[in-house]
């Protein structure tokens, strides 16, 4: 405890909760001492306000990937382990909208130089936990799976994968997340972010980004082609209705030009 809460407090990131102080007190509890952050979470957000569009997600996750990167790159990586929507804070500072802290840094686990991951207990939120977690094994790709679930929930309102814990083990570990088309909902989405983010949900880890810093270049690198390789996708019977639509003016005009010769 007292190697990983020192090791935390080194990190000083404007987008990371401060920790000041830890120990232990006189009962053997053990506590930390961090700053209050005044905000709102953004699992509350997306349920009150509903999905974010691609621009004002961008500009959150950005800020995630910055302090996540440098937890990583600690003398002592920080894997974070529950990078979560709750975790997430938004908040005004001066000026800035949707100013990011990240939270509960308090459950992270320092790179052990000896092995290729970390082993041990499974730790974390099931709505966001890796394969790989889910069998007590983590790296930084690991919280760059978690990365690409948040992603998805700000873009469509909701986790990829839902139920209860025993489902979503399965579901983590097994099967693909359902492509933004399929959804039944009607969702602007650039091509090339939809294919960042299945990267991201790569059930095999060395298929994913290998950094923090890979995939925001990724995300970098395609903002600015947004407004030219965005899809539209329609639900169900939105598309059945544009198609009668269509039917019924081809047919009527077919008529109309019948009759004119």
């Not at 969702?187 to 095999?204: A, D, G, Q, T, V």
């Amino acid at each position: 405890f007292y190697n990983e809460a020192a090791t935390i407090c080194e990190l000083h990131h404007p987008n990371a909760i401060h920790l000041y102080d830890f120990d232990r007190d006189a009962n053997g509890t053990i506590y930390m001492a961090m700053e209050i952050v005044h905000g709102r979470n953004l699992k509350a957000i997306i349920r009150d306000t509903g999905p974010f569009n691609v621009a004002r997600m961008l500009q959150v996750i950005f800020q995630v990937c910055d302090v996540i990167s440098a937890a990583h790159k600690q003398t002592k990586k920080i894997i974070h382990r529950d990078i979560t929507a709750q975790n997430i804070m938004l908040s005004q500072t001066g000026e800035l909208d949707n100013f990011v802290k990240v939270l509960d840094f308090g459950i992270a686990k320092l790179w052990s130089h000896d092995n290729v991951s970390l082993t041990g207990s499974i730790i974390g939120t099931p709505l966001y936990m890796a394969p790989e977690q889910w069998r007590g094994s983590c790296d930084e790709r690991t919280d760059i799976y978690s990365l690409g679930i948040i992603m998805y929930e700000m873009l469509t309102g909701e986790p990829p994968f839902q139920g209860d814990q025993i489902v979503l083990m399965h579901k983590h570990v097994n099967e693909k997340p359902i492509p933004f088309r399929k959804l039944g909902k009607k969702l602007e989405i650039p091509k090339y972010l939809e294919h960042i983010i299945f990267k991201c949900l790569e059930k095999n880890k060395d298929k994913r980004p290998q950094s923090v810093d890979e995939l925001k270049l990724l995300l970098q690198n395609e903002k600015g082609n947004i407004k030219s390789t965005s899809a539209i996708y329609f639900s169900r019977p939105t598309f059945v209705m544009i198609l009668i639509f269509l039917l019924i003016t081809l047919s009527l005009y077919k008529v109309y030009w019948s009759r004119e010769q």
